[in-house]
């Protein structure tokens, strides 16, 4: 069901302690949102983190996983493994996955999968480089991206499927898409589904922005109507500004 959310993603950043103090601040906040609210520590605090927020209304999250099952994958961690610590979604695709680590669209669809099969909710990450939204190629890379690794699903696995717009050259540089060009794109990713799947699917998937926002600029991005809420980078290691752009709801 198509649902506001608020997702931070933390990436490599803050060891034990600092996860913790983060932790007690957040708890430390009030809001009166409609958003759901998720945090996405790293690997190391994950299970600290969730046993810490379970009984909050902030879920706990992945920031990655691998596709098999078990097995000779030095350093990877399994959707089985996030399952048997409480963890039930799992942020996939990202930018910086595919940037540094060479994550393709292939093995994308490989991990959805195993994601999906475990029961783990997938938020799937895609988005333009400059040079293609320089180009007027931003909605032929970025319907690609969708088409490649999630098309093969059946209309049903949407239902664990969030999807997440982030325009590179947006994420951590403080350029932000404007509202404008935010809802030009999560319209025509809807418009993308519906053409495959029908106005019914479409129409229920939350479709996340991700680039700079911030508690100044998250209210007007959310009022647009095809952005349902954020994957927060910076702005989420601070629980005053990230709980400012939670009650941007
Ligand atoms: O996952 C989050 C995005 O990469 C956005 O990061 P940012 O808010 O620091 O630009």
Known sequence: MRKNIVAGNWKMNNDLAQTEALITALKNQTTSSNAEVMVAPTFTNLFQAYQALKTSNIEVIAQNMHFAENGAYTGEISASMLKSIGVNTVILGHSERREYFNETDELLAKKTDAALAKGIRVIFCFGEELADRKSGNEETIVGNQIKNALFHLEAAAF????????PVWAIGTGETASPEQAQ???????????????????????????????????EEIFSKPDVDGGLIGGAALNAEDFFAIVNAF
């Not at 025509?188 to 991700?210: H, M, Q």
């Open 184 to 218: 030009d794109m999560h319209a025509f990713i809807r418009k993308t589904l519906a053409d495959k799947y029908g106005n019914d699917v479409a129409d229920e998937v939350s479709i996340l922005y991700g680039g700079s926002v911030k508690p100044a600029n998250a």
């Open 159 to 166: 239902q664990n499927i969030v999807l997440a717009y982030e």
